[in-house]
Every structure is written in structure tokens, then in C-alpha cells.
């Protein structure tokens, strides 16, 4: 089942199999500026949490939003799925996402097993976390000649917060190599999310920023 949280539209449930034709009303769509994310991920590593993070920061920025994830088997470390789209008008689509503009891989070793480039459209990008440069990745990409662009999410998160939560670093990547919000406001709002999520811990708050500047000034591109 995938879970579909909707902010300025209703929430509901859909179900994966309900797959909502989108040909030329999406193409209409992203002609007027719709954008849409595609995150690969293993449950538990937090690319649910930045899916929904990045559908947080963009309703803030007054944009419609959805951010839905979609499981396979419910178990940590099992490949999962999340999706954004991101628009200045209201899309009434709710489905998941065949055709993105820009896929997030939160878990290198999903390269082996997943095409994560599937669908993607050839002016986007894949942006991966992996100590490797674009060139590197490239070779594993199954032939994608777009762009490529890569952070070490689990190196800044381990040197900010202590630990490997690479959710904040890619969300900062996803962010910057879309352009999909205004650097400024992005970091403002994303600091007033932490001091609310975090409201006791004023060290977290710290970490998550410390990460989230990091890896904006680190994601390569290639």
C-alpha cells in the first residue's frame, strides 16, 4: 500500500495498484511547472522522512505538494519508494511517479538491483549517496547520459550528528540540484522545522543544520 500525504489537497489512501493515467494531463502539468522526485531507499535509512521533509519545506515555499511513500515488504532494511510532486497550481493526479525529474538514492548498493533512472527524464539527474564521484557512479547507471550528481550524506551526517542519518544531507542535495526552492527560505524553514521537531534537544537542531549547509556546499555534479 502507499500512504499519500497531500498538504493543500485531502488525504487519502491509494492503493499501488490504482495507477492513474497520466500521458497529457502531466505533460500540461510540468509545462506549467510541476516537478516530480522519485527516492530509493531501504526502510529505516530515512527516505520517507526526507520525502515528506521536502513536501514540508516546499508547502511552507506556498507550493501544492504531495509526498507519499509506497512499501514492499514491511521490514527494516527492504527496498522502499517514496515520491514527491512539487507544483504552483493544484494537481489533481495521485498516482506514483513513472516518469520523474529527479530520482534521489538515498542506498548506493540499490544500484546493483534496482534501474533507478528508469522513467527519468534525460534534462534531470540522479543524485546518489556514495563517497564515489559522478564518473564513478555513471559506470553503474546502466548507460544514463544525463546528469549525475553525488553526496557523501553518510560521511556529514556521521561528522555532524554523530551517527549515519543521510536524510537530511540528501534532502539538501535534492533541493539544490532541483532548484525547486529558494536557498534562503529553504534553510530558514527547514531550521524553524528542526527547532519545532526538536524542541528539547537544541543539539539536534544544531547537527541537522550543520548537515544540511554541508551538504549543500558538497553535492558534485558531473
Same mark, same amino acid.
Given at each position: ?7 493543500? /489537497? ?44 521536502? $513536501? ?6 506556498? %507550493?501544492? #505538494?504531495?509526498?507519499?511513500? @509506497? ?10 519508494? $517514496? ?32 534501474? #533507478? ?12 549517496? /556514495? ?5 564513478? &557512479?555513471?559506470? %553503474? ?14 560521511? &556529514?551526517?556521521?561528522? /555532524? ?12 542535495? $535534492? #533541493? ?6 529558494? @536557498?534562503?527560505?529553504?534553510? %530558514? ?11 528539547? %534537544? ?8 550543520? $548537515?544540511? #549547509? ?9
Amino acid at each position: 500500500m502507499a500512504f499519500v500525504l497531500l498538504l493543500r /489537497t485531502e488525504a487519502f489512501l491509494l492503493s499501488s495498484a490504482q495507477r492513474v493515467p497520466t500521458g497529457r494531463f502531466i505533460d500540461t502539468m510540468k509545462e506549467n511547472g510541476l516537478i516530480e522526485f522519485r527516492w530509493h531507499g531501504r526502510g529505516g535509512q530515512g527516505a520517507k522522512t526526507a520525502c515528506l521533509l521536502l $513536501a514540508d519545506a516546499a508547502f511552507c515555499s506556498g %507550493k501544492y #505538494v504531495q509526498g507519499f511513500p @509506497e512499501y514492499g515488504p514491511e521490514r527494516m532494511g527492504a527496498p522502499i519508494t $517514496a515520491y514527491n510532486r512539487i507544483s504552483d497550481v493544484r494537481c489533481s493526479v495521485h498516482c506514483n511517479i513513472e516518469n520523474p525529474d529527479y530520482v534521489v538514492v538515498v542506498d548506493e548498493t540499490l544500484l546493483d538491483s534496482v534501474d #533507478v533512472t528508469h522513467g527519468l527524464s534525460p534534462e534531470g539527474a540522479v543524485i546518489v549517496n /556514495t563517497a564515489h564521484s559522478p564518473a564513478q &557512479i555513471r559506470e %553503474k547507471l546502466r548507460g544514463w547520459q544525463g546528469r549525475v550528481c553525488t553526496i557523501d550524506a553518510r560521511r &556529514i551526517s556521521e561528522e /555532524t550528528l554523530g551517527k549515519n542519518f543521510p536524510n537530511t544531507p540528501m534532502l539538501a542535495a $535534492a #533541493v539544490k540540484v532541483s532548484g525547486v526552492l529558494e @536557498e534562503a527560505k529553504f534553510k %530558514k524553514d527547514m531550521e524553524d522545522s528542526f527547532h519545532h521537531k526538536f524542541a528539547t %534537544k537544541p543539539q539536534v537542531v544544531a547537527g541537522n543544520m550543520a $548537515a544540511l #549547509v554541508q551538504a549543500w556546499e558538497e553535492v558534485q555534479a558531473g
